[in-house]
Nanobody, 119 residues
Framework: QVHLVESGGGFVQAGGSLRLSCAAS????????MGWFRQAPGKERELVTA????????RYIDSVKGRFTISRDNAKNTVYLQMNSLKPEDTAVYYC????????????WGQGTQVTVSS
């Protein structure tokens, strides 16, 4: 099992920045990739960005490219999401998740952290 705990959400004005953290514990050696998802009210959950646990390769959805940066610190078993130039449409609950291989679904989820961006 892998246990994930997010932190760092909050309220910010448009144009501002926030950094989310996701601390992993348990069988972290089994992690292949970690991702940040978000779910806004009335919308489906979407994968915003992901990073491979070993190689560090990243991918982003178009709407956050150039504004969000995902990174990891393997020594601390922590993944970060730096969010800059935030927009009201970024408002959502953000979830950290992990999966064990490229063919599997995301198996482990954090509890979520609210990000609210005011206009």
């Amino acid at each position: 099992q892998v246990h994930l705990v997010e932190s760092g959400g909050g309220f910010v004005q448009a144009g501002g920045s926030l950094r989310l953290s996701c601390a992993a514990s348990g069988r972290t050696y089994s992690i292949y990739e970690m991702g940040w998802f978000r779910q806004a009210p009335g919308k489906e959950r979407e994968l915003v960005t992901a990073i491979s646990w070993i190689g560090g390769s990243t991918r982003y959805i178009d709407s956050v490219k150039g504004r969000f940066t995902i990174s990891r610190d393997n020594a601390k078993n922590t993944v970060y999401l730096q969010m800059n130039s935030l927009k009201p449409e970024d408002t959502a609950v953000y979830y950290c998740a992990a999966r064990r291989d490229y063919a599997s679904q995301y198996d482990y989820w954090g509890q979520g952290t609210q990000v609210t961006v005011s206009s």
